[in-house]
């Protein structure tokens, strides 16, 4: 049972490339989120998603974009990448009733 | 909007001590009061939970937390702390109902938790 998987799990862009970081869950789960961790600022939600087919901001989705692509996946996408976007970050999933986040093992990000 | 506050970015407590982390929440409606831990290099997982019922709440390894709504607080504590506590710890906030996961979650900014030998 995989739970929660982030690929990839490091990656160094130049200012202004694009990625996109990739997650699955397989615990059929309705909902999914996307978090950045910096050092003293904790967990900041950037978009999260109800379900398939709708997706909603967090606190900090300036620069992002993201794409529930079936109830499976949901993909987070830097179009431009800027160096105040390096960070640690955490896709999860929440089932309902369940009221409890799975988060993935996180994919640390690096902006040169 | 719901927001969380977690008073201590670094708590240093002796082994064997009373560990206590603070956090005050905000919400408009009766909230769901989680703490999560982060141990180095890895993803957060889960200690305990309030949703409704017991305002008391025991989680894994020992923690307990206590809603207390006049507060508008969920302080996480453990009588007496162990070497393997040593971990970064984060209280969040949700407003969802029970008939729906479709909410945001919110975190506050951690507390790294040291302990002394």
């Known amino acids: 049972n995989a739970g929660v998987t982030q690929t990839p799990k490091f990656q160094v862009l130049k200012t202004g490339q694009s990625m996109t970081l990739q997650c699955a869950q397989d615990?059929?789960?309705?909902?999914m989120y996307w978090y950045r961790q910096d050092p003293g600022m904790g967990l900041r939600l950037i978009y999260y998603?109800?379900?398939?087919?709708?997706?909603d901001k967090g606190e900090v989705p300036n620069g992002y974009n993201v794409s529930r692509l079936n109830k499976r996946e949901f993909s987070l996408r830097l179009e431009s990448a800027a160096p105040s976007q390096t960070s640690v970050y955490f896709c999860?999933?929440?089932?309902?009733?369940?009221?409890?986040?799975?988060f993935g093992a996180g994919s640390r990000l690096t902006v040169l | 909007a719901q927001s969380v506050t977690q008073l201590g970015s670094h708590v240093s407590v002796s082994e064997g001590a009373l560990v206590l982390l603070r956090c005050n929440y905000s919400?408009?409606?009766?909230?769901?009061l989680f703490w999560y831990v982060q141990y180095p290099n890895q993803g957060l997982q889960l200690l305990l939970k309030?949703?409704?019922?017991?305002?008391l709440v025991k989680g894994i390894n020992g923690f307990e937390a206590e809603f207390k709504k006049s507060e508008t607080s969920f302080h996480l504590t453990k009588p007496s702390a162990h070497m393997s506590d040593a971990a970064e710890y984060f209280c969040?906030?949700?407003?969802?109902?029970?008939?729906?996961?479709?909410?945001?979650?919110?975190f506050g900014s951690g507390t790294r938790l040291s302990i002394r030998p």
């Open positions: 999860a999933s929440r089932g309902p009733g369940a009221n409890v986040l799975t």
């Open positions: 309030y949703t409704t019922g017991a305002t």
């Open positions: 998603s109800a379900s398939e087919g709708t997706t």
């Open positions: 919400s408009s409606v009766p909230p769901y």
């Open positions: 615990m059929n789960h309705n909902s």
């Open positions: 969040a906030v949700s407003e969802s109902n029970r008939y729906s996961s479709a909410s945001k979650i919110i």
